[in-house]
């Protein structure tokens, strides 16, 4: 279904990015030899790289081919040359491979072993002495150090562990063959163009002449008529190693395969050009769903929506992202911001797309088997609007729901911080929602509330205030449950200056239009939830039962409000009797040594009890409201209930300030 799609868009004139196009060029250089100890003590020899120069460049100016090389025989020409100690041109070495080159850029790893082959080769350096020869001895001075690296000796084959570099994602890899006395490069991987725009390589320093002079002596891989038509075909993408099509799971040499055999393998032939669709100009947005966290979504234009605006689209949202990481990375260090993070976040991207364009939205993950790699398309969201996905955008990093949500499950589910894919289940069915401007619901993290307060230790749950997550999480989804409705009503409304407040309200329980739960229509009475007890309370004890009930009653489902309610209330003089006997100098805790989800039954009568006679022993009995003792013991069989339980806990953790009414 996506190759189908790829080529209406492509046919009706949708994409409209030229291969010309520039791309991120950084130069990996060398640095030097290095020894790292393994797991046994024992010192691995290692060729560190560093990056010398970065750049854009016109994408002309690079030379790509990637030949498919299932026989190692373009790859393997470079440990040849070297071991063959011949000069430039009387051997053939090959320019292409797909050992290099892959999805449209370099493969660091590959064009670094070739470039650090050429460098320590005989026939390099005897062309490089003819022009500085000063710089050809001092490579040669290294070659022992390279000879380390090798396991081979007959071969030169190099050791599968040879190099520590973390190379820059999607950008383009220049890798210097060498560094000449007037401190100019000679690198791997320029094109062969007579008027290009050189400017931006000769201010990093790349020597062009001599550059192209050495990819002249270079020769380009023989391409097969069979290959043309096979050039297009992505496995990744049509999942040739399914069983479905190779019932028998036959192995095949895709240089050998026949046109006909190929075809009934790899699903129907290319019907147009889809190559920089499939390789180079992908447009992503990483996701983290279940049931892989390294998930993407793949963009695609709808109706007259040009591919380069939608490119345009995608990068300001990535960039975003980029930016909310940056930022929270450098809140978790806990330094202060230098001038160039403080510019970033400042100038946050505001691309704003052409109003009513969509895109269709493939949810995908890449599935491993073996050596070989496919896209498994999860989900399709055809018809989304780019100004709601914008701002859908904009809220999951402004509120931090997704972190919240996951960080709450991963406690629920697993009781450790691990990010198993499980986790995100939840997650994805509010995300997958959201995208559709389908509503949400918060039932599950009620429903996990007792799983979450065991992943904690009584002293984390209550006194660290763990328990208090729970409000916290719903309230995010209280938050995305409103932009969903004014964009499914009122989309206008999504621009406004003052919705984001609104959207604060909404989070801190002051405004509900649209609740996460199923719920009464109108806030009860709390007289009429608490019963008769509620006129033995004291006033404060009054008011702050009534903020807990104003708080709860849009963040507990309906069908267990008034159960919930209960145990908030016992939960809540708890901790006044607690408040009580310490304030008179005794030691006593609200849970004396229990997980405050064992308090059911007897086991909170007895602490009552417990605690009332150390304050009648003190004379202080008139600390604690006695008149509430009779609802108490009343709630003996309801308290062995979760729900109850739950809210016992939550009203145990409710923090009330009655000059403020909040929690």
Known sequence: ???????????????????????????????????????????????????????????????????????????????????????????????????????GTPNFGGVAKAAIYMRYSEGFLNWVSMFDLVAAEKIRVQLPLFEKLIENDKTK?????????????????????????????????????????????????VDIEHSIEFMKFLKAPKKEVAEKTKKN????????????????????????????EYTRLMGALTLSERKPLLKANQLSYPVKVSPNPASK???????????????????????????????????????????DQERIITERPDFIPIPASCAT????????????????????????????????????????????????????????????????????KIFTSALQKNYVSANEVFYSLQRYGKAFSGEELISGRKAGEYFRVVGKIRRLQHLIYIAI?????????????????????????????EIMATRPQTADLAGPVYELLWEKQKMKLDAFVTQAWQGVPGEEFSLFIKGALVGILL??????????????????????????????????????GLLMNLNEQKKFNCNTLPFINSCLEDSRKD???????????????SNEKEA
């Open 1 to 103: 279904m996506l190759i189908k799609y790829m080529d209406e868009v492509i046919q009706r004139g949708a994409y409209d990015i030229k291969e010309s196009g520039s791309v991120n060029v950084y130069l990996s250089e060398l640095k030097e030899f290095i020894e790292k100890p393994n797991s046994k003590g024992e010192k691995i020899p290692l060729a560190e790289w560093h990056i010398t120069g970065e750049g854009l460049v016109p994408r002309t100016l690079l030379h790509y081919d990637d030949t498919s090389d299932g026989s190692n025989t373009l790859n393997g020409s470079w440990q040849k040359f070297f071991a063959s100690k011949k000069s430039l041109g009387e051997t053939i070495i090959y320019n292409g491979s797909s050992i290099f080159f892959k999805d």
């Open 643 to 657: 729900t109850f339980n739950s809210g016992l806990i939550m009203g145990m953790v409710f923090h009330f300030k």
């Open 575 to 612: 901790n006044e009797l607690t408040y009580a006997v310490t304030t008179s100098g005794r030691s006593f805790s609200v849970t004396q040594g229990r997980h405050p989800s064992t308090l059911r039954g007897e086991q909170i009568i007895s602490l009552v009890t417990k605690g009332i």
């Open 297 to 339: 979504l793949l963009f695609l234009p709808e109706g007259d929506l040009k591919y380069k605006e939608l490119e345009k689209f995608v990068d300001s949202e990535n960039k975003k992202r980029e930016i909310f990481l940056e930022d929270k990375k450098a809140k978790k260090k806990n330094k202060e911001k230098n001038e």
């Open 157 to 205: 084959k190099i050791k599968k562990e040879w190099n520590k570099f973390k190379p820059p994602q999607e950008d383009w890899a220049l890798s210097v063959l060498c560094t000449l006395s007037d401190g100019k490069k000679i690198v791997l991987g320029l094109a062969d163009i007579i008027d290009g725009d050189w400017d931006e390589l000769k201010e990093m320093n």
């Open 361 to 428: 939205l493939f949810l995908s993950n890449i599935e491993k088997s073996g050596p070989k790699k496919k896209i498994i398309i999860q989900q399709v969201f055809p018809g989304i609007s780019l100004r709601y996905l914008q701002c859908l955008n904009q809220e999951i990093l402004n509120s931090g729901i997704q972190m919240s949500i996951v960080g709450y499950m991963k406690k629920a589910l697993t009781c450790q911080d691990s990010d198993t894919p499980c986790v995100y289940n939840y997650w994805t």
């Open 489 to 517: 009503n009122t989309p206008q409304k999504l621009d406004d200056i003052g919705f984001e407040a609104e959207l604060k309200s909404v989070e801190q329980y002051q405004l509900t239009i649209k609740g996460v739960f």
């Open 233 to 260: 075909i992505s496995e990744e993408f049509q999942m040739g190693s399914g069983l479905g099509r190779n019932a028998f799971g036959k192995t095949y040499k895709l240089d050998d395969i026949s046109d006909s």
